[in-house]
């Protein structure tokens, strides 16, 4: 077998959080990814990336999708409400705007490119975002559950259950229901242009997870995949993209 008949390892950019954090001798502003989100990518056979967070121009944005395989996007601080055209709420936390606006701009570009993407939390809300829909700034203020029962945890606590739609993504040999982890307290209100409703929450019935099925792989979820052993999100999206790869190898020969 000729090196060129070997299926590379597929790129996945996995887009950084732009936080303040302290190691060494150093304290400054950073670009941080946890290791939770890179094990998952390389254990699914993919090569994670790491996206900075930059005040790039739409056209630097768009060429991340010619030689990148797939997307994830990943947890962290609360978008700021600005992004979807309303005025922040007295319960709204700490925003990033740099972050903010370079993973929107990167997940339109994702979705135009057809690449492979998955959204985790925050991911997802950035997914909903970037399509025209919008968020609930507080779940609890608008009537559904506590989504963030233990601040800085994914633990067992943190665990509950979903409703799955039949012939989604996610109802993997007819699945119906799943256990998941939330660490949120942001969720989805309207659905972005071509969303479609894939799991809710038992029982408070708030939008878990959203996929865009006019796409190759678009799929955000509310939970965090990377850290429950038998989830296979992950997974899917790096089987997803290495497809994609071996597609674009097959039209350069």
Request: hydrophobic content about 45%.
């Amino acid at each position: 077998m000729s090196g060129s008949d070997v299926r590379r390892r597929p790129l996945i950019g996995v887009c950084a959080a732009w936080e303040r954090a302290a190691w060494s001798f150093w304290e400054q502003p950073a670009a941080v990814v946890a290791g939770t989100y890179l094990g998952a990518v390389r254990r699914a056979g993919g090569t994670p990336i790491v996206l900075v967070p930059e005040p790039l121009e739409e056209a630097e944005v768009s060429s991340y999708g010619a030689w990148l395989d797939g997307l994830l996007l990943i947890g962290g601080a609360d978008l700021d409400p600005a992004s979807y055209g309303q005025a922040a709420g007295e319960r709204t936390e700490a925003t990033v705007p740099l972050r903010d606006q370079f993973e929107i701009a990167l997940a339109r570009a994702a979705f135009a490119w057809d690449l492979p993407v998955l959204g985790i939390c925050r991911g997802l809300q950035i997914f909903n975002v970037s399509t025209g829909g919008t968020l609930h700034q507080h779940v609890t203020d608008a009537g559904f559950a506590e989504h963030r029962p233990m601040p800085g945890s994914l633990g067992a606590p943190t665990h509950h259950t979903v409703e799955v739609e039949p012939g989604s993504s996610l109802a993997v040999d007819g699945r119906q229901r799943m256990t998941v982890n939330s660490h949120h307290h942001q969720g989805i209100d309207r659905v972005g242009e071509g969303g479609r409703v894939v799991a809710r929450s038992v029982p408070d019935q708030l939008v878990e997870a959203i996929e865009w099925p006019e796409l190759r792989y678009a799929l955000g979820v509310q939970w965090h995949p990377e850290e429950l052993e038998l989830d296979t999100t992950i997974a899917d999206l790096v089987a997803a993209a290495a497809d994609r790869a071996a597609s674009r190898i097959e039209v350069v020969r």
